[in-house]
């Protein structure tokens, strides 16, 4: 499914011209689905169709790229702080994340905007600079729940290095929390991408862009519910898409269920990172 | 002594019900409450800028004149509030002002000519930092001749003084509180003759007024007025819809044809001096070319616009000025014509047309960055490339008026309903609110006498003249005239709207 | 653990100024002159220089920076360039309704969130889970003010059974809950999820399991601190997010807290407003930081020492 959205994304030029998504036509604005616009058209009378197909480029790149930026710093600085749970660098950083999450994220982009100048650049810094706050906070508490558990003390008591403990044992572990969130961020960064439009981020109009046609089919809501359907269900099945993802990497859908129901029944050794494979 | 006590009881009785009866029947106060979308920011008339502000200075304050909406004229006209009679010297110069005596402000202190001219002078003071002083600037001298009588003088004749003393800015203070307050307290604790005062202020959710016992007016129906902020233009609707608020201002354009069905709401259509548009960069080329100007303005189909993207809240412009404005003069629509639109540009110089940036602010005006997307759509038509900047509305407002902008043409919209401010802060040369950087010296010319002569005639076609330059040779591309749509609940009646779209609530009265 | 979270208060205490200089800085630096958004549309040159002198932005950088921190620290923030009123006071009046919103939001949200999740965990791959799990992916991406609006006109336009907004009484504050809950509870769903998954599964519940422990004792002992923390974590870190944070909820319910007023603030330019408003949220979610890493150590006895 979700290889489905990103070879749309990049094959769309071969199928859509941009043309379908940017022509105006006033006569035929707010059109609901039906006929030849299957999906309807806009405020403006553009094609939806196109432009979700054309909106899916810049939105998943902005996605993609801004929270897997902020992703990256906020697992990362989570994931030492834990690790030296109780020490200054632990202290500092926490303080540092309390701090800045708390900035008013309209305000963040104004100040990127006003530092970097208004670019694409900017939207995907303002959106990861919005997002690693949360990652490092969760990272931090996955870190700590995970390395008191009894293989990672047993991993430590039989010698193993530090290097390979963080590897083989804490950091799939904490991944396993982390991956619903990620996923869930990159629909929840589509918003903020909506917010942030009207500082005039993102894409020039009349480039299509998911998050502004989200905030601007918010006015008409009642009267031509599509302008709005037609972006909030792509964000939503991208939300469920990365979701089933996300638990089939993890791969322990099927495993949890034989504990509780059938105690005895255990079959395959549950938990591919128990004490087995120190 | 058992007779008399059983009397007693009995008158007791009696009085207790009666008491308790008229309780029982005392009438519920009668409440009118209003939605704005913004809340009110200060009741200092020499600092409010915005319509809610101005709407409830409009029912604490009174001012020397009032603007009063002429259905027939359809124009907005001054009229005397607490001025009883005006005199203005041949030379245009000397106005003398007679004021209705006795009336008298919240806190007991007369309104008087001494009052005036405090108030008057208040906003002249550069201590006190009113950005009105330009309304008031030529005046050179206030004296009181009598309580109820003052002189003012200016330095050159200003015929527009008249006009402009109807602004909610020139509202009358008392001089005791406005001088013991702390300036920019005055705001919140405001104190003047109007039929109400400032009963509570709750900031960002409430402003109540009361009625003020002192007021020697027609007394109005409403025993109190309650403003809400409330932000969301959806939530107002539902509010209206609820019957939570009897009046809701701005309601958009996409939810009147739901509430048009509904037996127990009203929807008003005001047309209001509001009028949107494309300002040219006169500074870059080449927008300095009238023919270049005069071709943008027919290649846009305002009609589809206003029908299709304002979906109604609005009116296809027939002058500089929309309806309302003083002095207005309907001259006709632009036609739509992209066909001459392009062979002008041709005879310009530009057959394959040329390439520029349009600005545009972000969620100031109702639908701007879609109307900006639709008149890029059109100039496309016709060979202007046009690449559009979206800017917050705060860096907006310093970008533009920068003179060396990159911009070729930035939206705005301006309000303003007396013609001696409005053309004169636009399409004067050297007006420092003229980011355009329109010059027409027959313009200003025209102008400069306008502003100078007292006979109504002569102003009257002073303004015909400078309005047929402004539309033949046109320094903007004239967008739209907004329409307020307002919402109200059946049965209440006497809301007044004006065109500057605040809202009076003098003689409304609810079921 | 004591020990441990003053020194986090203290190191905080300095951060929190740090980025309000710097953020005091950054505001001088970005476009955008209070001076004219103040004094209005119809204001000339002349007007925003008597304007700019009036509200104190006409000195030099450091002096304005030296007046602003010596003022603060005595507890004066300035005041509001905009509405005139003492900084103090404008947060103080937004910062409750603010708190009431994102407090019992977060509260309702945890709860069901840690609920939901743990359940869904323990059902893996059942169609109660994939059902659970679906919504929740669907509710998370829900815009705001989607589920707002649609409450809005259902629950008080419809059927009136709550006020369409502001903020006079517990009541007004069910529907912006209620939209906050569907968002942030959803998210806390697949986290509790996650890390309810990851534990369930593993060695020592099942030593615990095979040992006889009843189910419930399984998951208090053991599952509900693993998933505890890290879902706390978050609610924390979501928590300070949301105060200043929730700002379509606050205007869409007519609420007048603090994310709204930052958004004012920011829209116009109102400096000292914006810097009072960004000490507060950023002591608060300072303040709850160190708040939530005390209940993740009663929650879970190992948290308690330091570690490494």
Known sequence: MVFLYLGIAALVPLFVPYEEAVRVDLARALEPPGGREWLGRDELGRSLGARLMWGARST?????????????????LGMASGLHHGGPADAAITALVDALLALPRLLVALLVVGLVGQSFEALIGAVAFSSFPSFARLARGATLAVQQREFVVAAVALGATRGRILIRHILPNVLDVLLPYASLSLSTAVLVVAALGFLGLGPPPPAPEWGSM????????????????????????????????????????????????????????????????? | MRKCWGWRTAVAVLVGL???????????????????????????????????????????????????????????????????????????????????????????????????????ERILAPAIGSPYRPLLEPIQRIEVVGPDQLRVTTSEPYSSLGENLAAYQTAVVSPRAAGRLPLREFGRRPVGSG??????????????????????????????????????????????????????????????????????????????????SFEFNHRRKPFDDPRVRRALNLAVDRRAIVERVLLGAGTVPTGPAPEGVTYRLALGEFRYDPGEARRLLAEAGYPQGFSTVLWTPAVRYGKDREVAQAVQAYLADVGVRAEIRVWEWGAYVSAIARPEKEAGLYLLGVSIPTADWRFYRNFRSDAPTNYSGYRNPEVDQLLDEARATTQEARKRDLYARVQRILWTDPPYLFLYDQTLLVGIRKGVSGVRILPIETVELHAARAP | MIHFVARRLLLAAALVWLVVILVFLALRIVPGDPARLVAGEGAGEEEVRAVRRAIGLDDPLLVQLVRFLGSALSGDLGTSLRSGRAVREEIARAFPVSLSLVGVGMLLSGGIGVAGGVLSAVVAGSAVDRVLTGAAAVAASAPAFLTGTVLLVWFAGKLRWFPAGGFQS?????????TLVVSEGAVLLRVARGAAADVVCSEFVRTAVAKGLGPVRVLCRHVLPNVLVPVLALCVADFGRLL???????????????????????????????????VTLCAGAVLAGAVGDLVAALVDPRLRRGHS
């Open chain 1, 60 to 76: 998943l790149t902005v996605v993609i790229a801004g929270v897997g930026a902020g992703g990256l710093v906020g697992v990362t």
């Open chain 1, 214 to 278: 989200l905030s601007t089919a918010r006015s008409y809501l009642w009267e031509h519910p599509h302008l709005l359907v037609v972006p909030a269900s792509a964000v939503a099945l991208l939300a469920v898409s990365l979701s089933l993802l996300s638990d089939q990497f993890a791969g322990k859908h099927s495993q949890g269920k034989a504990v509780w129901i059938r105690p005895a029944k255990t079959g395959k050794p549950a938990g591919r990172r128990g004490l087995t494979d120190a």
């Open chain 2, 18 to 120: 009666s008491v308790a009866g008229v309780g029982w029947s005392a009438p519920a106060p009668r409440v009118l409450r209003v939605a704005e979308a913004t809340d009110v920011v200060t009741l200092d008339p020499a600092f409010a800028a915005d319509r809610p502000s101005h709407s409830v200075i409009g029912h604490i304050y009174e001012r020397l004149m009032r603007y009063e909406y002429d259905t027939q004229s359809k124009a907005i006209r001054p009229v005397p509030e607490l001025l009883r009679r005006m005199e203005v010297s041949p030379d245009g110069r000397t106005w003398t002002f007679w004021l209705h005596p006795g009336r008298v402000f919240s806190d007991g202190n007369p309104v008087d000519a001494v009052a005036v001219k405090y108030s008057l």
């Open chain 2, 195 to 276: 039929p109400y005062l400032l009963a509570e202020w709750l900031p960002g959710q409430q402003v109540v007024l009361g009625r003020n016992p002192q007021f020697s007016g027609r007394r109005p129906w409403a025993d109190q007025i309650v403003f809400r902020p409330i932000p969301e233009a959806a939530a107002r609707v539902v509010a209206l819809e609820a019957g939570d608020v009897e009046v809701a201002m701005r309601i958009p354009a996409e939810a009147v044809r739901r509430l048009e069905g509904r037996p127990d709401v009203e929807i008003l259509r005001v047309p209001t001096t509001f009028q949107i």
């Open chain 3, 170 to 178: 517990a009541w007004h504050l069910a529907l912006p809950v209620a």
């Open chain 3, 244 to 278: 200043g944070g929730a700002v379509v909820i606050e205007s869409l319910f007519a609420l007048p807290g603090m994310g709204y007023m930052a958004l004012e603030a920011v829209r116009y330019r109102d400096y000292p407003l914006l810097q009072g408003v960004v």
